[in-house]
């Protein structure tokens, strides 16, 4: 453990927002400032005929009025896929999508005003369901013209290595199992909420909510026409984003758009409602899950069919396509694996990236399956997937790269502390205990936008103060990274965490950083912080070095002093700072992050790509009432693969909350529709576990110490979801006996597997 880095320590605002002064989006206020009102479509699939704003316009209180056509250019977060429009300009693809905004004096004006708007619709046939889009159509009922086959299929992800099908059939056991998967949203606290300035300057001033400053700057720029360095994005304190604020988003277009036209500030923060249909949440999913093993337990082949809902438009969905698949390949060694991923669009909400992107839905089935086979084979559960696991510093069948590994003490962690062995099968009816293992990315080794640039650059500045300040793109929504940070600074320098500042997300102040998504942070920003404070270090140990006639190689720092072991210097951090301003005063250093190359050269083979891996295993113990079907998490084991915990505080944080978060899709959450209509748009309705419903939670750190990451750190935000899930519905079979092939498993499907009589 080092000075701060490895010590649990308080994240540096924590202290303003629970006292409620941190500066949300939409806290910000700007005098003379005007509102966003938004018109939605009453339909999920028809053709504009006409729109009116003439009686809008004439409201008193509205200042101007756009439609689709006055932002023409499709975007999208991934550049292969730019699909969208800030606004429906010849048709509208899903119940809420948006046809029209106003500028109003005052929030009432703009509601007001966006319902005086008259938009004449001609229906087009819906298309509801992943089975209704898989069915040819003509090319006038197409949701989008690029689809493929005649039918609305927006990507086909398949890969297959050494015939996983003919392994499967060749072996010894096999499970064949269908799982259903309904749609869940990210059902973060801070809605959307964005706020535009156009400048004396002709500049473009953006504060929003959001996880990806860059490539909302990328965007703007595009759909707007804008210069990029006529265009700074700022993200202020953010109350959440699980991958829901990953995206550019058409609220952020139109308010920018509204701002050029006024010449004013404008605000547009989404209702709960406006933010359920916004979405961007986890794809709801159908999946044959195909498993192998030979006698003594060893995996044979996998392979998988899956069909995910994208909704009406692209947003990651390409990458979701792959990383469906390809994250199947761990935590387990299969040299015969396969899988066919075909993502289609629907008139709903659109899908996209969602904590665990990817790869939540097929590790349930998966380890569903695995846990079948065990029982086939008359293994214990957690010994099959022992006898099964990646070793360290190695290949996939992929050539997903692995290098540190801390599954099998994972596993044997949660194993000992739940007494598995004494009580696995041997609960009285009712209670059951279950396991299961994970796998994710340490942040992608492929940038969204391919180009030479760094995944990430960081600066660090000293100036003659003696304060550090920290200058980097990333996002902090609320996994700590900015007091990361701090900490690095502060270990490498010797000094208090109290003497470093950061100023973070701003792409006018600070270097380019790709956001927040695929757990790339820790990894990629760590690295680069640690490189540009090291070289800061290196100036200053020079400079003192020269000065004083002191090898530089023998200056420590520490206890905020600069001394050598033998005495011969010991300068306070002020005095050593004095030495190296001389005769130059403030300077910067620099340090930045590029993945090495890694993959093999097959289409396809970039998926799934990462410098590191992280891995976990997860023990849960539920009741179940044979009476009611009501399933009640008692208590979860979870042990995490973390690499180095930098900030253990913030890593057990991030492990409960993903339990949370994978309680509730597992028991209780899920997006229901009605002729394409979000039925429960509202937190009411929407089930989330509450206080009650919280398990208790046993959490345990383990640090395999990846060489490549910063001080061994790994990912910890959303490895720690993917075990939850499963270890819930393997506990329920030890219960009761059943196997639940559909999520959520609420009471109705429990008490439905229960008259079939179970025992699968």
Not at 561 to 590: C, H, P, Q, Y
Not at 663 to 686: C, I, K, P, T
Request: charged share 20%; net charge negative.
């Amino acid at each position: 453990m080092g000075r701060v880095i490895g010590k649990p320590t308080p994240l540096i605002d924590a202290v303003q927002k629970v006292t409620g002064k941190a500066m949300y989006t939409d806290d910000f206020k700007f005098p003379n400032m005007v509102y966003v009102g938004l018109h939605r479509s009453p339909h999920a699939h028809a053709k504009i005929m006409s729109i009116d704003t003439s009686v809008a316009a004439a409201h008193p209180g509205i200042k101007a009025v756009i439609t689709g056509k006055d932002i023409p250019i499709a975007f999208g977060v991934l550049p292969i896929s730019p699909d969208e429009t800030a606004m429906a300009v010849d048709k509208v693809r899903y119940v809420g999508e948006i046809v029209a905004a106003v500028a109003g004096e005052t929030p009432e004006a703009a509601r007001a005003g966006a319902d005086l708007i008259r938009v004449s619709y001609k229906p087009i046939k819906n298309f509801i369901t992943p089975d209704e889009s898989l069915v040819e159509c003509s090319e006038d009922e197409k949701i989008h013209q690029h689809t493929k086959n005649s039918k609305n299929i927006h990507k086909i992800a398949d890969l297959s290595f050494n015939d996983p099908k003919d392994g499967i059939a060749s072996s010894s056991f096999t499970r064949s199992v269908d799982f259903k998967f309904a749609g869940v949203t990210h059902a973060f606290t801070e809605p959307h909420s964005t706020i535009a300035v156009w400048n004396g300057d002709e500049s473009l001033l953006v504060i929003t909510a959001t996880q990806v400053p860059h490539y909302l700057h990328r965007t703007l720029s595009k759909v707007l026409d804008i210069p990029l360095h006529k265009i700074q994005v700022k993200k202020p304190a953010l109350g959440g984003g699980f991958g829901g604020k990953s995206d550019p988003f058409p609220h952020e277009m139109i308010a920018s758009k509204l701002a050029i036209l006024t010449n004013r500030p404008v605000k547009c923060t989404l209702t709960r409602e406006e933010v359920f249909l916004t979405n961007h949440g986890r794809h709801p999913t159908e999946m044959t899950m195909s498993v192998g093993c030979d006698v003594a337990g060893k995996i044979t082949a996998l392979d998988t069919d899956i069909v995910i809902d994208g909704g009406a438009y692209g947003s990651f969905g390409v990458v979701t396509s792959y990383y469906n698949g390809v994250l199947l390949q761990g935590p387990y060694k299969i040299d015969r694996f396969g899988f066919i991923t075909r993502r289609v669009y629907t008139n709903k909400p659109q899908s996209g990236a969602m904590r665990g992107h990817g790869a939540v839905n097929p590790r349930y089935a998966v380890e569903v399956v695995l846990d079948m086979l065990a029982h086939d084979v008359g293994m214990d559960p957690c010994d099959f997937r022992q006898q099964n696991f990646l070793s360290e510093n190695t290949k996939t069948v992929g050539e997903l790269r692995i290098t540190s590994n801390g599954i099998r003490e994972c596993l044997e962690t949660v194993r000992r502390k739940s007494g598995w062995d004494d009580r696995y099968g041997k609960l009285p009816n009712g209670h059951g205990l279950g396991v299961a293992c994970g796998f994710f990315i340490s942040g992608s080794a492929l940038p969204i936008i391919w180009n030479r640039y760094p995944q990430t650059v960081v600066h660090a500045k000293l100036d003659f103060d003696g304060r550090i300040v920290m200058f980097s793109g990333a996002s902090d929504i609320g996994q700590g990274s900015d007091t990361m940070l701090v900490q690095i600074a502060a270990e490498e320098l010797g000094i208090s965490m109290s003497r470093v500042q950061v100023e973070v997300a701003d792409t006018k102040l600070t270097p380019v950083d790709l956001g927040s998504y695929s757990s790339r942070v820790t990894f990629m920003v760590g690295n680069a912080a640690k490189q540009a404070v090291d070289k800061i270090r290196h100036q200053i140990a020079a400079s003192v070095g020269n000065e004083k006639s002191v090898p530089r190689e023998a200056i420590q720092f520490a206890d905020e002093r600069v001394f050598t072991d033998d005495g011969k210097l010991n300068l306070t951090w002020d005095e050593a700072v004095d030495i190296a301003m001389a005769g130059r005063g403030a300077f910067v250093e620099s340090g930045f992050y590029i993945s090495p190359k890694l993959g093999g050269k097959f289409k396809g083979s970039g998926a799934g790509l990462s410098p590191a891996y992280s891995f976990g295993a997860f023990i849960a113990e539920v009741k179940v009432d044979p009476m009611t079907g009501q399933v009640s998490v008692i208590k979860v084991w979870s042990a995490h693969d973390c690499g180095k915990a930098l900030n253990p505080l913030s890593v057990e944080g991030q492990i409960e909350g993903s339990i949370h978060m994978g309680l509730g899709q597992v028991v209780s959450e899920d997006m229901r529709y009605h002729n394409g209509r979000l039925l429960n748009a509202n937190f009411w309705d929407y089930r989330i576990p509450m206080t009650l419903d919280t398990p208790e939670m046993d959490v345990t750190i383990i640090e395999s110490n990846d060489g490549e990451g910063p001080y061994g750190a790994k990912e910890a935000g959303e490895g720690p979801i993917h075990p939850v899930l499963p270890a819930i519905g393997n506990a329920i079979y030890d219960a009761v006996g059943i196997r639940m092939t559909e999520l959520p498993i609420t009471p109705d499907k429990v008490l439905t597997e229960l008259r079939k009589g179970g025992q699968q």
